[in-house]
């Protein structure tokens, strides 16, 4: 199939999805050019899903429109299961197959062979592992596998569930470098979703923000804190609470939120230089005393709570 690189590879326009009450989708448009690397980030429940699957042609939206590659899934059916590679949220194996036989039957559907499984097994990173029992993997080995098996028909365009949810630190950065040689060597596009800020800004050149079925923002990470209302965040533990002052009235303090418990104060503030002194003039003279003071960018976190007064990763 040709296709040009300057048309975008996927457009959804104005999709709607409810499931009985419940409005997974409310209105969303997406439009991704070739060779992008995009990020759906949300909280739990967000809709990420259910667009992923609509856009894989496994789930179908009650209104809109949603093309691949300019092409509507229907009748289009075999063409488009061609061009893109997926991972699903949960990606159950068969636990009696080795890594290689996995990878081998999946090759089979594609008429590929075990040149191919070579190749994937290396680029997973998973040699070591390729006559280990899948049931016998870790969970990141398990997402490699997935990942691996996402890939074996060299898709233009890979769409990636959650791929490193519950994983520890050390297997996420595996599948992010993974992913980072993927867009370097092969220059396929991506479109991942993800509830880690970290995820999205480390992989994805583009970063859509979705919450409750809607698109709240979407650009680059610098478009993103450049839109926002504030891009400065002084952060401070107060010891003193009952004396704490009242800052709501500043007109240089955009947004404060205090975590009772720990007693920790998140300022949004429009020039951090401008107001830290007067902050520190102020809880010196009220006495509450404060510590582990920290001044710092804003980040995707910050911008969700901006936008929806929750985190990210409240469920
Ligand atoms: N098959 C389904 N039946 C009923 N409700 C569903 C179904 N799939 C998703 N939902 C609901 O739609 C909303 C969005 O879900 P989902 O797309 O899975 O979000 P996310 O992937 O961002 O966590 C949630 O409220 C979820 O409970
Ligand atoms: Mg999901």
Redesign the pocket.
């Known amino acids: 199939m040709t296709y040009s690189q300057t048309q975008p590879i996927v457009q959804a326009v104005n999709i709607h999805k409810s499931?009985?009450e419940?409005k997974?989708l409310n209105g969303v448009d997406l439009e991704i050019m070739p060779s992008e690397f995009t990020a759906l980030l949300?909280p739990?429940?967000?809709?990420?899903?259910?667009?992923v699957e609509i856009i894989e042609g496994i789930q179908f939206p009650d209104t809109g429109e949603i093309k691949l590659f300019g092409k509507h899934w229907k009748g289009n059916k075999d063409e488009l299961h061609h061009q893109i590679g997926i991972s699903l949220q949960e990606t159950r194996f068969e636990d009696k197959l080795t890594t290689r036989e996995t990878l081998k039957m999946f090759a089979s559907f594609y008429g590929l062979n075990n040149t191919r499984v070579d190749e994937i097994l290396s680029i997973v990173n998973l040699q070591e592992k390729q006559r280990s029992y899948v049931v016998n993997l870790s969970g990141g080995q398990r997402q490699k596998l997935a990942l691996g098996i996402s890939l074996i028909h060299n898709p233009k365009l890979l769409i990636l569930d959650e791929p490193t949810t519950g994983l520890d630190p050390t297997a996420r950065r595996e599948i992010w470098d993974i992913l980072h040689s993927l867009q370097e060597t092969h220059g396929t596009s991506m479109i991942l979703?993800t509830h880690y800020m970290e995820e999205a800004e480390n992989l994805c050149k583009n970063i859509v923000i979705i919450d409750k079925g809607k698109v709240l923002a979407k650009g680059t990470l610098e478009e993103l804190i450049s839109a926002s209302k504030t891009s400065e965040i002084i952060q401070f533990k107060v010891l003193n609470k009952s004396l704490f002052p009242d800052f709501t009235n500043y007109s240089d303090v955009k947004q404060i939120e205090k975590d009772e418990i720990s007693g920790l104060v998140t300022m949004q503030v429009s020039n951090t230089s401008d107001f830290l002194p007067e902050l520190i003039g102020k809880i010196n003279l009220a006495g509450c005393g404060i510590a582990e003071l920290r001044c710092r960018y804003v980040t995707l976190d910050d911008l969700f709570i901006q936008m929806t007064g929750r985190k990210l990763t409240d469920a």
């Open positions: 499931f009985k419940v997974a949300g739990n429940g967000a809709g990420k899903t259910t667009l979703t």
